[in-house]
Nanobody, 127 residues
Framework: QVQLVESGGGLVQAGASLRLSCAAS????????MGWFRQAPGKEREFVAV????????YYSESAKGRFTISRDNARNTVYLQMDSLKPEDTAVYYC????????????????????WGQGTQVTVSS
């Protein structure tokens, strides 16, 4: 079971940037698909971004496209989410997740396709 630990959340003003980090255990990190999701109060957890296995193709939600960038450093077993031009509606707890099984080289936005999750990090954007 891969263990994930997120960090980098905080309180920022609209228009600012944050970079979230997610450190993963395990020696085969580079072969996993990694995703970021978020959950606002009273709402369901929603997809933000995913980097699939083998080649590093990335996919984003419509709200994240053009503002957020997912990347990974395999030497550090870490995946990042760079968030620019933040908006108040980006306020949520952000979770990273790993997909180790199934079609890990394909795009997915479904939470059930990810088998391990971090504890989450709070991002609050004030107007």
């Amino acid at each position: 079971q891969v263990q994930l630990v997120e960090s980098g959340g905080g309180l920022v003003q609209a228009g600012a940037s944050l970079r979230l980090s997610c450190a993963a255990s395990g020696s085969t990190f580079s072969s996993y698909a990694m995703g970021w999701f978020r959950q606002a109060p009273g709402k369901e957890r929603e997809f933000v971004a995913v980097e699939v296995s083998g080649g590093g193709s990335s996919y984003y939600s419509e709200s994240a496209k053009g503002r957020f960038t997912i990347s990974r450093d395999n030497a550090r077993n870490t995946v990042y989410l760079q968030m620019d031009s933040l908006k108040p509606e980006d306020t949520a707890v952000y979770y990273c997740a790993v997909r180790q099984r199934g079609l890990i080289w394909t795009r997915t936005e479904r939470t059930q396709d990810f088998n391990s999750w971090g504890q989450g990090t709070q991002v609050t954007v004030s107007s």
